[in-house]
Structures are given as structure tokens and as C-alpha cells.
């Protein structure tokens, strides 16, 4: 493997002097001014490093924009005096090691250059990962409300899935009759709270619903509509259901494309975007909890930013959840 | 209440079809004790009042005092009750209720009585309740923490709207609830329950304050700092009364001050236990005790998270 060093200091290759002992590496110094220029010609899989010593703060930028850029390769920042201000930029930036004042003064070894090689892959197919996201749907906004939806047109929209927790123990503890009145009040209960912001329930299935709501580009009101679903989950038990249970639902919340039909005529779609949502809702959700998608981030006020906590990566999405109230 | 002649028809028509005069002067009595028919009538005893004519007399006197509403009542109940091990079946009821529907008014079957549909009207006394008589209410009171400190620190026109902002809450979550705002002044107030489930109305509303508060102080507060509330719920007798000073000298009243003021964390509910054990589990779990209760059982509720 190429090991590729852009320095202008003299001294810079004795870091190496182990690393060229080695076979497994092969050293190739440059000065910095050539960096432009070579790290085009740089073997994909190499690992380039850039001396920062005496660099001008825009040099060390380009410089490193130049480096991320090529995608192909890894690399590290050399700072033998220190000077680096915020090291950890470097790595938010793509760095995948720094050689700083203490490790200047030892020589690398080929065990380290090994782990930073290893790091640096593991970050590459973590950024694979990343690429792999489904790429942003270009949006066909809705509006405000339905005038102008049209059936069989795709449009973006804003989707909630709301899903009863425990189905299977429900029906077992509840007469078929007292289950459809359990579930009819559960439906007009979220039609009430989905009707302010236009929204409609657009599929529905025994103990789920998939209420739609037209999506304008600028707004995502049923965000705070689901919240107020989970603050409220205790008082809607107890004053609109009845049954003295406390009822556990599940709520997820995406912004996406789907061709539109009216309710009754869903059967024939194939929708990614409603197929995704249903996954979530129903196999990465957990009982009692409120996720949303990165689509939907942009749209979490301020105010309510820190009670949405990273939950991790779902079909290539990024996921929030709502910090559960007790 | 104001009522109709056509309902006055109707229900005279109906209260002759379906009983004899005695029981219909009996159920009289039940309102107004010693109520004579002969002597309204000017009739000698020894002469029979035609069905019709006893029914018109008996409950224009019921309108004239103001009674009306609850001769129907007697007749609901009779209808669903009997009377004296008899059952009667009152022609044209249903109608009757639909035209006191038509007039603004529902029938409460909880507390059987006729009240103001919310939808229609709001009036303090619910459209039937009456000065001096004790009923049996839910109280909720809320007091603005530091009112004094907020006055004094910020600027009056942000305090108004901030004010204003709660008291929009506030009425939101009573109003859907039936509940009647009976003392509002500068830094919080009193609500009252009294129909259907009130204790229930009355913690479901105070959770959704708490809720709303939450939600109001984190993206719409006007204010720099948060605003905090103590809310208390308690129930017990009171007389009605207009006057707002006369109901703050009731001994239910002069309690849930003392609950909120003295056993109440900023941003919670305390309930007293009379309240406490009518609830649903499904509410009641959602309280703990109040450790320093000063003997008595009392129980919070506060928002938490994860």
C-alpha cells in the first residue's frame, strides 16, 4: 500500500522510518505544493498524509477539501508542533488519523498505521451506508389542503402511522363487541385530532391507521398533533375510550411521495414511501413510542428539539424518536 | 329558564294522557310541598278536575316558579323508576327532550337534570341551578406561581398577553368539559364541575393544562421565562350563588385554597382523596401521594419524562 506524504519539512520522513521498514507499505514524499496536482494521481486505496507545519489556515482547508473530495483515498493530518486548534474538525471533516506533538516524537509504527487503516474502512463503509439512503424524493407538494389533489397523481404528503400496542392481548380480553367500540372510538378519536390539520384517515386496518395530511413544503403541523397524542395518551384512555385501560400506542410520522387514490381505492398502490412507513411503524417502533424521519427533522420546533433523541438508521433514514412522557 | 308554549302544550297534553290528577298533584308536592290543585284550580274538592285541566294548571304553576324543567324530570324518572311500585309511561317524552334540545337544553342522565347545551349557551349556573341551594360541585383552582415576581419584572402589555394566552388555555380544556370559570382574577381561578362525570372532567382538564402549559412555554411563551402553575381539584357542598364572594366563604372552596397553597408543587395537580377514589385506575395511577399532607390523603400528578 502507498503511503503518500505531502510535508515540507526534512524531518517528516524519519516519522515513517518503521513504516518503511515494513513491505507492506511503500513511502512517497512530496512537497505541499504539489498536493493539486499528485493526490489526482494517487492509487485508489492509498493513505496520504498532510503536514500542517507553517501551513496558512486557508492552505490546511483547501488542502483537506481537496483531500475529502477525492473519495478514494484516506488520510491524516501531520501537526508535529501542536498548533491545531480543533483537532476533531479534522475527523468531522473525513481525517481518518492525526499525528500530533507527542506521536511526532516517536515513529510510527506499522501496527497503528494497521488500526488507522482499519478505522479509515470502517468509516468508508459507514459513509457506503450513508450513500445508500434513498435519495430525497423530489417533492411534489400537496398545498394546504385537498382542492387541488388529484386521484391518481403522485404528490409529497405529510404520513402518520398510528398503530395499537398489543392487538393480540386486546382481542383476547375484549368481546368482538366491545373491541369495535374500543376501535371505533380510537378512529373518531384520531379523526377529531387529525381533522384541524386537513388531515384524513387514508387507510385503516384493525388496529392501525394511516391518516394523510396534504404537505405545502413549509409546514408539518401533525408533528405537534402527535405529540399532544403521546402527552395525552392517559387522558384520551380514560375520557374518550373508556374501558379503564391505559391505552399504548405507536405513532410514526414521514414526509413522502405516493400516488394519491381515494380511501377505498388504496388496494392497487405500490408505494416505497407507504410501504416504508408501515415497516417502520410495525417492525422498528416500539410499543408507546413516537418516531419520526429525517424528512421530517427539519420540522421539529426549536422548543421541542431536545425531546427528540437519535434512534438510529431504518431503511437507510435516519429516526427520531420522542422521549417518552411519564 | 324560558319556556315555550309549545312545550308547555305538548308536556300538558302528555302529563294528562299518561296519569291520573292525584299523582300528578303528588309529583306537584315533590317540588313545593303543600301544593294544592283544588285550591289553584278554585275548585271545591268535591268536584273532579278533568285530567286536561289539572296538567295545563299544574305545570303553568311549575313555569311560573321556575320548576318546570324538573316536573319533567319527575317525569323522566318516574318513566324509569315507577312510582310507588307503579309504572308509568309517559306519552310524547321523547319529543318533550327533543324540544328542550331545540330550546338549548340537554338532558344530564348522570345527575338527571336538565343543563344548557355547552354548544348553545354558557351561562355561570348552567341555565338551572339556583342562588342559595347547596349543590354538590368539582372544584379546580389554578394559581399562576410568583404572579407577583412576573408583574414585577416584566412588562405589562407581555404580562397581559401572557395572561391572556392562559386563560385561553384554561378555557379550552373546561369548556369541552362543560365546566363554568367561576372566578378569574389576575393570577388564576376557579373552575366548576357539576355535571356527568365532574371529577373525572375536572382531573382531565387540569392534565391538559399541565399539558398545554408545557407545550405553550417551550414554543409559544412570550415571556423569558417559563411560566409555572399549582393546580388543585377537590369536591364537596357549596351553595350557588352569583356572587363570588359568597362562594369563596364555602368550606369546599376555602379547602382547595388551602390544598393548592399549601400542598401543590409548581407545574402539578394535587386532588384530595374524595377525588382520588372516584377515579378510573387508568387516571388514579397516574397520581402519587403527597408525603407532607398534614394528615390528610392527598395525591399529585406532574409531567415526567424518560
Known amino acids: ?326 | 329558564m324560558k319556556v315555550k308554549p309549545t312545550l308547555i302544550n305538548l308536556t300538558v297534553k302528555a302529563l294528562a294522557a299518561s296519569m291520573g290528577v292525584k299523582i300528578m298533584e303528588v309529583l306537584a308536592k315533590k317540588l313545593v310541598p303543600g301544593y294544592d290543585l283544588y285550591e289553584r284550580k278554585g275548585f271545591p274538592e268535591s268536584i273532579p278536575i278533568p285530567n286536561i285541566d289539572a296538567a295545563r294548571q299544574i305545570l303553568t304553576d311549575m313555569n311560573r316558579l321556575e320548576l318546570f324543567p324538573d316536573y319533567v324530570n319527575l317525569l323522566i324518572k318516574v318513566q324509569s323508576e315507577g312510582h310507588m311500585g307503579r309504572k308509568y309511561r309517559i306519552s310524547y317524552l321523547r319529543d318533550i327532550i327533543k324540544m328542550f334540545a331545540e330550546q338549548g337544553f340537554i338532558y344530564d342522565g348522570i345527575n338527571k337534570i336538565f343543563v344548557e347545551n355547552p354548544r348553545i349557551r354558557r351561562t355561570r349556573n348552567w341555565g338551572t341551578l339556583r342562588n342559595q341551594e347547596e349543590y354538590i360541585f368539582t372544584f379546580l383552582r389554578l394559581d399562576i406561581v410568583k404572579n407577583s415576581e412576573l408583574v414585577r419584572k416584566h412588562p405589562a402589555e407581555l404580562i397581559q398577553k401572557t395572561y391572556s394566552d392562559l386563560r385561553d388555555i384554561v378555557d379550552i380544556a373546561i369548556e369541552r368539559r362543560n365546566g363554568r370559570v367561576w372566578n378569574w382574577e389576575g393570577d388564576g381561578g376557579l373552575v366548576a364541575f357539576y355535571f356527568s362525570y365532574k371529577n373525572l372532567l375536572a382531573v382531565v382538564s387540569a392534565m391538559e393544562i399541565i399539558h398545554e402549559i408545557f407545550i405553550y412555554n417551550r414554543l409559544f411563551r412570550k415571556l423569558d421565562e417559563p411560566i409555572r402553575v399549582r393546580l388543585a381539584i377537590h369536591n364537596g357542598p357549596c351553595e350557588y350563588s352569583e356572587n363570588e364572594e359568597d362562594i369563596k366563604k364555602g368550606e369546599t372552596v376555602r379547602k382547595i385554597i388551602e390544598i393548592e397553597s399549601g400542598y401543590t408543587k409548581p407545574n402539578s395537580i394535587t386532588v384530595s382523596n374524595t377525588v382520588h377514589v372516584t377515579l378510573d385506575t387508568v387516571l388514579a395511577d397516574q397520581f402519587k401521594p403527597v408525603e407532607k399532607s398534614g394528615g390528610a390523603k392527598y395525591f399529585y400528578y406532574e409531567l415526567q419524562w424518560e
Not at chain 1, 8 to 20: A, M, N, Q
Not at chain 1, 28 to 41: D, N
Not at chain 1, 45 to 52: A, E, K, N, P, R
Not at chain 1, 189 to 197: D, G, L, R, S
Open chain 1, 1 to 326: 500500500m502507498d503511503i503518500v506524504v505531502f510535508s515540507d519539512s526534512k524531518t517528516t520522513g524519519r516519522f515513517f522510518i518503521k513504516v518503511k521498514k515494513s513491505k507492506k507499505y511503500t513511502l512517497q514524499l512530496h512537497p505541499c505544493a504539489e498536493l493539486k496536482k499528485i493526490v489526482k494521481k494517487v492509487r485508489t486505496g492509498s493513505f496520504v498524509y498532510y503536514d500542517i507545519t507553517n501551513r496558512s489556515e486557508e492552505d490546511i482547508k483547501k488542502a483537506v477539501r481537496q483531500l475529502d473530495g477525492l473519495g478514494t483515498i484516506q488520510y491524516g493530518i501531520i501537526d508535529p508542533r501542536g498548533v491545531s486548534q480543533d483537532i476533531a474538525e479534522y475527523f468531522h471533516k473525513g481525517a481518518s488519523d492525526y499525528i500530533g506533538k507527542q506521536l511526532a516524537k516517536d515513529q510510527l509504527t506499522g501496527k497503528r498505521l494497521q488500526r488507522v487503516m482499519d478505522f479509515g474502512i470502517e468509516k468508508q463503509q459507514r459513509g457506503a451506508v450513508k450513500e445508500e439512503k434513498p435519495e430525497k424524493p423530489e417533492y411534489i407538494l400537496s398545498g394546504s389542503d385537498w382542492k387541488d389533489v388529484k386521484t391518481g397523481s403522485e404528490y409529497t404528503f405529510i404520513i402518520m402511522l398510528i398503530e395499537l400496542d398489543g392487538s393480540s392481548r386486546l382481542k383476547k380480553s375484549y368481546h368482538r363487541d366491545q373491541l369495535d367500540t374500543l376501535l371505533q372510538r380510537f378512529h373518531d378519536y384520531i379523526t377529531y385530532v387529525t381533522e384541524p390539520n386537513n388531515g384524513r384517515i387514508w387507510m385503516s386496518m384493525d388496529t392501525t391507521w394511516l391518516p394523510l395530511f396534504p404537505f405545502n413544503g413549509s409546514r408539518c403541523s401533525p408533528l405537534l398533533t402527535c405529540f399532544r397524542l403521546m402527552l395525552d395518551r392517559n387522558i384520551i384512555s380514560a375520557e374518550d375510550i373508556g374501558f379503564n385501560i391505559p391505552l399504548s400506542y405507536r405513532i410514526s410520522l414521514h414526509i413522502g411521495n405516493t400516488v394519491y387514490k381515494k380511501r377505498g381505492d388504496t388496494g392497487q398502490i405500490v408505494s416505497d414511501t407507504i410501504n416504508s412507513v408501515f415497516h417502520l411503524g410495525q417492525k422498528y417502533a416500539e410499543p408507546g413510542g413516537f418516531y419520526v424521519t429525517q424528512e421530517v427533522f427539519p420540522f421539529i420546533p426549536k422548543g421541542l428539539d431536545d425531546y427528540f433523541i437519535p434512534a438510529g438508521v431504518f431503511e437507510g433514514r435516519e429516526i427520531r424518536r420522542m422521549k417518552v412522557p411519564k
